[in-house]
C-alpha cells in the first residue's frame, strides 16, 4: 500500500506557482520522499526526490517538514503543459517504487 | 531523455494469442520493473529484476511471466491472452549500486485483448 496521502485533485492558473502537497505521516529514517508525473498515461516521468533537506532542480522545488511528516512539490510557473498526475511516493534503497493515486492538476489558462 | 525502449506501443490481439512485450534500455541498469495501469488507476507492480537471471513477482498478482537473459532486455510474456489482460504496461529500470536514484519508465505498451 501507498504511504502517502494525497488531494484528488487541484487547479492552477497557468503562470502562477502550483502547489502539490503530501502527507507520510509514517515515514521512516531512511526514507526518500520522490515526486513523479505522469502526462496523458504516458510513462511516469521523474521530476524530484529528497531526504530531509529542501531540493530545487530544473522543474521544481521540494520542501520537505522539519518533522519529514509532509512535504509540498512547487512548481514555480505552471504551464499548460505540466497538466498531469502527480504522485507522491515514499522509498527506501533501491526497493521497487509504490504508487498511490496522485494529485490530478489541471493549469488552466 | 531516458533511453528505455518499449514495443510495440499499441497492441490489439484475439483471445487465447501469445504475446511478449518487449523493454530494452541502453543504461546498463541492473533493476528492471514491470507495471500495469487499467485507464483512470494506479500503477501496479507484476514483476522486477535485480540482475540477469532475476525474477521475483510483484504486489499485483499477475499471470505473465518474464525473463532476464540479457541485461538490456526484460520481456514480458502471456501465454494465452484475455481479454482480462486489456491494460497498459510499463516498464522501468534504475541503477543496482547506487540507492536512492531515480527509475526511468518507458512510454508503455497499450494491450487490448478482443
Known amino acids: 500500500d501507498a504511504k502517502t496521502t494525497q488531494p484528488t485533485s487541484m487547479d492552477c492558473a497557468e503562470g502562477r506557482a502550483a502547489n502539490l502537497p503530501c502527507n507520510h505521516s509514517?515515514?521512516?529514517?531512511?526514507?526518500?520522499v520522490y515526486w513523479y508525473r505522469q502526462i496523458h498515461s504516458q510513462g511516469p516521468q521523474y521530476i524530484i526526490h529528497?531526504?530531509?533537506n529542501n531540493e530545487t532542480n530544473e522543474m521544481a522545488s521540494l520542501i520537505i517538514t522539519e518533522d519529514r511528516k509532509s512535504s509540498t512539490l512547487i512548481l514555480p510557473h505552471a504551464t499548460l503543459r505540466d497538466t498531469a498526475v502527480y504522485y507522491c511516493?515514499?522509498?527506501?534503497?533501491?526497493?521497487?517504487?509504490?504508487f498511490g493515486k496522485g494529485t490530478r492538476l489541471s493549469v488552466i489558462a | 531523455e531516458a533511453d528505455i525502449y518499449q514495443t510495440p506501443r499499441y497492441l490489439v490481439i484475439g483471445t487465447g494469442k501469445k504475446i511478449t512485450l518487449e523493454c530494452s534500455q541502453t543504461?546498463?541498469?541492473?533493476?528492471m520493473y514491470w507495471y500495469q495501469q487499467d485507464p483512470g488507476m494506479e500503477l501496479h507492480l507484476i514483476h522486477y529484476?535485480?540482475?540477469?537471471?532475476?525474477?521475483e513477482k510483484g504486489d499485483l498478482s499477475s499471470e505473465s511471466t518474464v525473463s532476464r537473459i540479457r541485461t538490456e532486455h526484460f520481456p514480458l510474456t502471456l501465454e494465452s491472452a484475455r481479454p482480462s489482460h486489456t491494460s497498459q504496461y510499463l516498464c522501468?529500470?534504475?541503477?543496482?549500486?547506487?540507492?536512492?536514484?531515480?527509475?526511468?519508465f518507458g512510454q508503455g505498451t497499450r494491450l487490448t485483448v478482443v
Open positions: 511516493i515514499v522509498r527506501i534503497g533501491n526497493t521497487p517504487l509504490v
Open positions: 529484476s535485480y540482475g540477469v537471471n532475476s525474477t
Open positions: 543504461m546498463g541498469h541492473d533493476k
Open positions: 509514517t515515514i521512516s529514517g531512511n526514507e526518500y
Open positions: 522501468a529500470s534504475s541503477e543496482l549500486d547506487r540507492p536512492n536514484t531515480e527509475a526511468f
Open positions: 529528497g531526504l530531509k
